[in-house]
């Protein structure tokens, strides 16, 4: 079975210009969540789907940040426009939703994302 | 809000000898998770153990155990027999009793292993 997988692994832009970052999630799994971790700093959540729809976004930094799901499946993270304080790297993580008490979320590799 | 706190950014090791990872979190919750995970280099995080807040004895896995100390809020990793691919990052990470809310991670601490 595939992990979480994310694309691109790398990504490095000026300043002002468009990213979108992807993450295709495990198969079956309605929870995608989104994380970051900006160099030094812990990982911080940046928002939470189930389905297409947004459970909670809570964490994202600002209205630069555009997170979607349609159809929920993949999910992308558009960043717009970029500025030197989002580089860092953009975790994403899935799980199942089930009645049971716990359900575990597994990571993607993550995007580092470089604002020059 | 819970915080999550790891005092060491770094931390060496001799193959074969045994470490300590130290980890303390702030919580006003009665219920909830708490992680280790571990990521190498240029690889995916993965899960390490898993310790339920409600459980007294310690979790371990395999050479990884934890110590759970609940009213001093500390959450410590121990690796016994430290192996050249135990080398990566721990992530020490606290997670409320809703079984889909959100992780909050610690800084994390960079274990090196020396051969």
């Known amino acids: 079975e595939a992990g979480v997988t994310q694309f691109p692994s790398h990504s490095v832009i000026e300043k002002g210009q468009t990213v979108t970052l992807r993450c295709d999630p495990i198969?079956?799994?309605?929870?995608l969540y989104w994380y970051r971790r900006v160099m030094g700093k812990e990982i911080k959540f940046l928002l939470h789907?189930?389905?297409?729809?947004?459970?909670?976004e809570s964490g994202m930094p600002n209205n630069r940040f555009l997170a979607e799901r349609t159809g929920g499946t993949y999910s992308t993270l558009k960043v717009q426009p970029a500025e030197l304080e989002d580089s860092g790297v953009y975790f994403c993580?899935?799980?199942?939703?089930?009645?049971?008490?716990?359900?575990?979320?597994?990571f993607g590799p993550g995007t580092r994302l470089t604002v020059l | 809000a819970q915080t999550v706190t790891q005092s060491q950014p770094e931390m060496s090791v001799q193959e074969a000898e045994t470490v300590t990872l130290s980890c303390t979190y702030d919580?006003?919750?009665?219920?909830?998770?708490l992680f280790w995970y571990k990521q190498p280099p240029s690889r995916q995080m993965i899960l390490v153990i898993r310790?339920?807040?409600?459980?007294?004895q310690n979790a371990t896995e395999n050479r990884f155990s934890v110590n759970f100390q609940k009213a001093a809020k500390s959450f410590s990793l121990k690796i016994s027999d430290s192996q050249l691919g135990d080398a990566a990052m721990y992530f020490c990470?606290?997670?409320?009793?809703?079984?889909?809310?959100?992780?909050?991670f610690g800084k994390g601490t960079r274990l090196h292993i020396l051969p």
């Open positions: 310790q339920e807040a409600y459980k007294q």
């Open positions: 993580a899935s799980s199942q939703v089930e009645l049971a008490l716990y359900n575990e979320q597994f």
């Open positions: 919580t006003s919750e009665s219920d909830y998770y």
């Open positions: 789907f189930v389905k297409e729809s947004k459970q909670d």
């Open positions: 198969s079956g799994h309605d929870n």
């Open positions: 990470a606290y997670r409320s009793a809703d079984r889909d809310d959100k992780i909050i």
